[in-house]
């Protein structure tokens, strides 16, 4: 498989040590460079052609928009894909980047587990199905939404069946029938996405409700339902719990 090569423009030294910590034995992604200078960020894009450039929009030199500016009049093969990092979170900011070009936006902090799965969009490798056609500010806050409830309920981003519940819950708003063919459809279909088997897509789906169940935090769970569903005896099924959040966050406009 040949993996996505990726630069990094960011003033923020530690969120660059993150990314090269995370993405250091990806089977996947490969980061080439990382610089905290848009002019630096365009000389580096046309040595490497990278496939996807992640930027913030504060940079010292040049902003964000300006090299994204910049990045359009490059007369190179390829041009990368962009996706926009920043705490300038304001509606304005998300329309103008993405005006200017940037296929995705994130807001910081940014959960390293979706940043992953943002860049693996822009994956040949993955289903046609799987890929963007263009920028959704309501999937991007779905993404937001969803691990700011894995937060909550004690669900940490390192281990698998965070990635596969998250993609579980988006798959049932997307087919809410899909909940029904659980074993025969929606585990399949993370599995292929993530290429692993369906049976490992449930174990670990099964151990990151575990994981919250034993942490204790039944009120955060209840609280985000704002009834009383569970208690500390009482864990739902995969099923049931991914159920649960996709109508809640179908009910709250997803």
């Known amino acids: ?13 530690e969120f660059c040590n993150l990314l090269r910590d995370s993405f250091s034995d990806d089977e996947q992604i490969e980061l080439l460079a ?6 630096d960020a365009i000389e580096k894009i046309q040595r490497y052609q990278p496939d996807v450039l992640i930027s913030d929009l504060i940079l010292p030199g040049i902003d964000g928009f300006e090299l994204m500016a910049r990045i359009r009049k490059l007369t190179i093969a390829k041009k990368p894909k962009i996706i926009i990092v920043s705490r300038l979170s304001g509606e ?3 329309s103008k980047a993405l005006g200017a070009g940037a296929a995705y936006f994130m807001a910081k902090p940014v959960d390293t587990a ?6 693996l ?5 993955r289903p046609q199905s799987a890929r963007p056609s263009a920028y959704s500010a309501r999937r991007s806050g779905l993404d937001e939404k969803l691990s700011n409830i894995f937060i909550t309920v004690g669900i940490p981003a390192h281990i698998k069946g965070y990635q596969y519940l998250r993609e579980a819950i988006k798959m049932s708003i997307d087919n809410p029938e899909i909940i029904n063919s659980i074993t025969k459809k929606l585990y399949p279909g993370i599995a292929e996405r993530f290429n692993t088997s369906a049976s490992k897509v449930e174990r670990a789906i099964r151990h990151a409700i575990e994981v919250a169940w034993n942490r204790g935090k039944i009120e955060n ?29 179908i009910l709250e406009g997803a």
Do not use: C, Q, W
Not at 34 to 39: H, L, R, Y
Not at 114 to 119: A, D, G, K, N, Y
């Open 1 to 13: 498989m040949t993996k996505l090569k990726v630069i990094v423009a960011d003033s923020d030294k």
């Open 34 to 39: 990382a610089t905290d200078s848009g002019v």
């Open 92 to 94: 304005n900011f998300i």
């Open 114 to 119: 979706t940043l992953h799965e943002r860049i």
């Open 121 to 125: 969009d822009f994956s040949n490798n």
């Open 221 to 249: 769970i209840n609280s985000i339902f704002g009834i009383k569903i569970y208690s500390p005896n009482d864990k739902p099924t995969n099923g049931e719990f991914i159920a649960l959040l996709a109508d809640k966050m």
